[in-house]
């Protein structure tokens, strides 16, 4: 499932944040992240509120020498590393120099670290080909980064977005490393990622807006570079080296092989045949091992979750140009592939894609023969919890210190078994801390509610958080769905209504409402009109009173309902014009009267029209346009929540937490592939109350300081 758009959100509560950015957004530069100073009242830490996985892990990165330093890379929701003593993913990219201005870069395309120094990593961050990738650098593990600006895009959010690793080290000589772009080749740094040359011995090739357009605006380009050194430090350059192309830019590029070698340290490449069956193949992974030989992954889909026929071969490299057949499957794809030791005694792990649950029957093959023979070690296997370990198996990896520990990723998180040896192996999630859900609206109760607050996201729906130290139960359905929106009832916030869409059906948009705080759910006998059609997340719900519900779905005039869903009467808004994007009104029901409802026309785009509010006092049956807006000539945006209500109101002290104050940062996502891509967006927040949040995910949430007599009132909505 995927987005068609995305979305850039600036997310601003007043008494919580200073404002964050880092680094430098001008072209061509590089930069650090600069102190920020906590504004007076601000909480001094963090802690995320719990969910446990919820979006897609596309690469696990080992350090080769060092116990239990792990990292993992996700597609839109930057990169985490593993405590072994806490046995948590401590995330790596949520803090400063990752702020809302930095969003285009949360989604990590690669990660390579220095295999002779463990402090070292590196990380490419880049959500689509629309503008040039960051190469961060850190010599604390993450902990704090400095970042260069690259002279090729990335593509964290696209098609084939776990192939990998594109970014490679010179083992013996890791101040030289390599990137396997999308659109420009093959690139070489020699000053440890400072400066960038393009590998014109490869191929000089950088693919046009039209060629581009061509390939649905998705290249995969050079997949990956193996350099041929079981060695580590030493400064010698490592001479041999292979590169795994894809057709979209071999065909470009007048290459004609999908894989090229190199025995001059990149200056010139002679193309590899490859076997006849996999000609225009991808190749999602190829590890080498510790002997020499190259196992090398073909499949005829790059993912996520790419289909099959796919082939596992056994090439000689160095050893001989030759190529064994060690596993195909004509169901599920190939993906990842990963080795422990050398010789006849090789352990393989083969993660096989786009197979769900036990039929049929393969998801992660296991041989300990160097592939003469396999076994299936997860599929029908115990597993705690016991669904959604299949499907985008995209990367598996062994410990490289624990033969018996293997894991790999999927589109929920990543799972784990330390008994790979055995004949039952028992899988568990690895999701401690590591949250990746995407929050698309967020609504917090007036104080006293049962529940902290509501939130629809992306692929999981909407929950209703009661505890931030656990995974929330209470929503309107398990299955798989986006919540696009939900409120509740200010004067009884135990009526929840929400909308979303059924993605485990097909059936589009539908909508749903509690009366006792989420315990229960029923759907709305109808909907309004537009709203099973129209998905997009543009889309948003207010509630003003129990039962009394306005609805703007998605690219329609809003509509209302006073009968709790049992019939839907359209509101007197104008239609909006279609700019060829998805668009809504965006609502906000006031807290402190009922009747009084506000809907915003942001104009849909930059070239649309001016933005306009309108305002209703009848609880949002029939609006009336501002004039004010109208004088105010509100520049058209997309994607741009407005600010009411932005002056120091006063604020009754037992209206402010007494607990805790919730928060999340904004998150930027752009389009994905238009077929087998998760969705990814941007948050959104609504007015809050007892509560204060801002809207991003993974959720954090921190004890407030005492709370003045009156603070600042900053609302806004999506």
């Not at 957004?25 to 600069?34: F, I, L, M, N, V």
């Not at 393969?362 to 160097?370: A, F, I, K, P, R």
């Amino acid at each position: 499932m995927n987005h068609n758009y995305k979305l850039i959100i600036p997310v601003v509560l007043a008494g919580i944040l200073a404002g964050c950015s880092g680094g430098s957004s001008t072209p061509g530069a590089s930069g650090t992240a600069p102190v920020l100073a906590a504004a007076t009242g601000s909480a001094t830490s963090w802690t995320s509120a719990k969910w446990g996985g919820g979006g897609y892990v596309t690469g696990l990165i080992y350090h080769p020498t060092s116990a239990n330093v792990l990292y993992a890379r996700t597609d839109v929701g930057g990169a985490y590393r593993w405590n072994a003593t806490t046995s948590t993913w401590t995330p790596i990219s949520d803090g400063l120099g990752f702020g809302a201005i930095d969003g285009g870069y949360h989604g990590i395309e690669s990660i390579a670290v220095d295999p002779t120094n463990d402090q070292l990593v590196y990380m490419v961050g880049g959500l689509d080909l629309s503008s040039n990738a960051r190469l961060y650098i850190s010599s604390d593990r993450g902990n704090s980064w400095t970042w260069v600006a690259l002279p090729f895009p990335a593509a964290a959010n696209n098609s084939g977005r776990a192939i990998g690793e594109r970014l490679k080290l010179d083992p013996t000589n890791p101040s030289t490393m390599f990137y396997a772009s999308r659109t420009a080749g093959l690139w070489k740094s020699v000053d440890s990622g400072h400066t960038w040359s393009q590998v014109t011995g490869l191929s000089s090739t950088v693919l046009t807006s039209t060629q581009l357009q061509n390939m649905g605006g998705s290249a995969v380009g050079v997949e990956q570079i193996m350099l041929d050194n079981s060695n580590v430090g030493g400064g010698q350059t490592t001479w041999i080296m292979y590169a795994a192309i894809v057709p979209d830019y071999a065909q470009a590029a007048g290459l004609t092989s999908t894989m090229y070698k190199s025995v001059d340290g990149g200056s010139s490449w002679t193309p590899v045949t490859v076997p006849a069956a996999v000609s225009g193949f991808y190749v999602p992974h190829m590890v080498r091992s510790a002997d020499g030989y190259y196992y090398v992954v073909f499949n005829q889909n790059a993912g996520p979750g790419g289909g099959g026929p796919g082939y596992l071969y056994k090439y000689g490299g160095n050893n001989g140009d030759t190529w064994t057949l060690l596993s195909s499957s004509s169901v599920g794809g190939y993906a990842g592939v990963s080795v422990y030791g050398s010789g006849s005694t090789t352990r393989i792990a083969l993660g096989v894609a786009n197979t769900w649950g036990s039929d049929p029957g393969q998801t992660v093959q296991l041989s300990d023969n160097g592939g003469s023979t396999w076994r299936e070690i997860e599929a029908s296997m115990p597993h705690s919890p016991t669904s959604d370990y299949a499907g985008w198996n995209d990367d598996i990896e062994i410990d490289p210190n624990n033969r018996d520990h293997i894991l790999h990723v999927t589109g929920g998180g990543i799972w784990e078994t330390t008994t790979a040896s055995s004949s039952t192996p028992s899988w568990s999630t690895k999701v401690n801390n590591l949250e990746e859900t995407v929050t698309l609206s967020l609504v917090t109760p007036p104080a006293g509610a049962s529940y902290k607050f509501i939130d629809s996201a992306g692929d999981i729906g909407t929950w209703v958080q009661t505890n931030l130290a656990t995974k929330p139960t209470k929503g309107p359905t398990t299955n798989w769905s986006n919540g696009n929106a939900a409120d509740m009832a200010w004067s009884d916030p135990t009526y929840i209504a929400g909308a979303g869409v059924a993605s485990w059906s097909g059936a589009g948009g539908f909508g749903f409402w509690s009366g006792d705080s989420g315990n229960t759910w029923t759907n709305f006998a109808t909907l309004p009109t537009g709203a099973q059609a129209n998905t997009s997340n543009e889309g948003n719900i207010v509630v003003t009173s129990r039962n009394n519900v306005v609805w703007a779905p998605a690219n329609s005039v809003p509509s209302y309902t006073t009968n709790n869903g049992a019939s839907w009467v359209q509101t007197n808004l104008p239609a909006l014009a279609s700019l060829g994007v998805n668009r809504g009104y965006r609502l906000a029901a006031d807290r402190r009267n009922a009747n009084k409802v506000y809907a915003y026309d942001s104009g849909g785009a930059w070239w649309g029209s001016a933005g306009k509010v309108y305002v209703s006092t009848d609880a949002g049956h029939t609006f009336t346009l501002s004039q004010g807006s109208v004088n105010a000539n509100l520049p058209p945006i997309r994607g741009e929540r407005p600010r009411w209500w932005s002056t120091p109101m006063p604020r009754a002290t037992s209206g402010w937490p007494t607990a805790t104050t919730c928060t999340t940062r904004s998150i930027r996502a752009r389009p994905g592939p238009s077929s087998t891509s998760s969705p990814r967006s941007g948050a959104t927040a609504r007015p809050g109350s007892g509560r204060t949040c801002r809207a991003r995910a993974p959720w954090r949430w921190a004890r407030p300081s005492p709370a003045p007599s009156t603070r600042p009132r900053s609302t806004w909505w999506a």
